[in-house]
Nanobody, 120 residues
Framework: VQLMESGGGLVQAGGSLKLSCTASGSDFSILYMGWYRHTPGKRREFLASITTGGMTKYADSVKGRFTISRDNAKRTMDLQMNSLKPEDTAAYYC???????????????WGQGTQVTVSS
C-alpha cells in the first residue's frame, strides 16, 4: 500500500489544519488507518486510528482537538486538527494495516510524512 500525506504547513497557535492521506495499491475499504507524529529526539507518538467500520480511537494528547475520518469512495483519510499548540509541531505520518493494529510495529505501511509547525 502506498500512502501519501498532504496538508501540512505553518500555523499559529490556536489555529487549525487538515491533513489528508491518499492510499493506493489496495482496496482502501479493508484497511485500518491511523496517524502518528514524530519529533526528532522523541519517540513516535500514536495520535488516532479508524477501523474499516469507522470506529475511532484517539491519544489523550489530542482527544477533543483532533478528528480522524475516512472516505472509502475517495480512498482518503483526514485528520482535522483544531486548537493547535506549539507542542503539536512534528512530522505527521499516515499509516495503514490489514489487521487491527494496536502497537506501533503492527502498522504495515507508512507514508513519507508531512511537516506541521505551530508557532507561538
Amino acid at each position: 500500500v502506498q500512502l501519501m500525506e498532504s496538508g501540512g504547513g505553518l500555523v499559529q497557535a490556536g489555529g487549525s489544519l487538515k491533513l489528508s492521506c491518499t492510499a493506493s495499491g489496495s482496496d482502501f475499504s479493508i484497511l485500518y488507518m491511523g496517524w502518528y507524529r514524530h519529533t526528532p529526539g522523541k519517540r513516535r507518538e500514536f495520535l488516532a486510528s479508524i477501523t474499516t467500520g469507522g470506529m475511532t480511537k484517539y491519544a489523550d494528547s489530542v482527544k477533543g482537538r483532533f478528528t480522524i475520518s475516512r472516505d472509502n469512495a475517495k480512498r482518503t483519510m483526514d485528520l482535522q486538527m483544531n486548537s493547535l499548540k506549539p507542542e503539536d509541531t512534528a512530522a505527521y505520518y499516515c499509516v495503514s494495516s490489514f489487521i487491527r493494529a494496536t502497537q506501533d510495529l503492527e502498522w504495515q505501511d507508512w507514508g513519507q510524512g508531512t511537516q506541521v509547525t505551530v508557532s507561538s
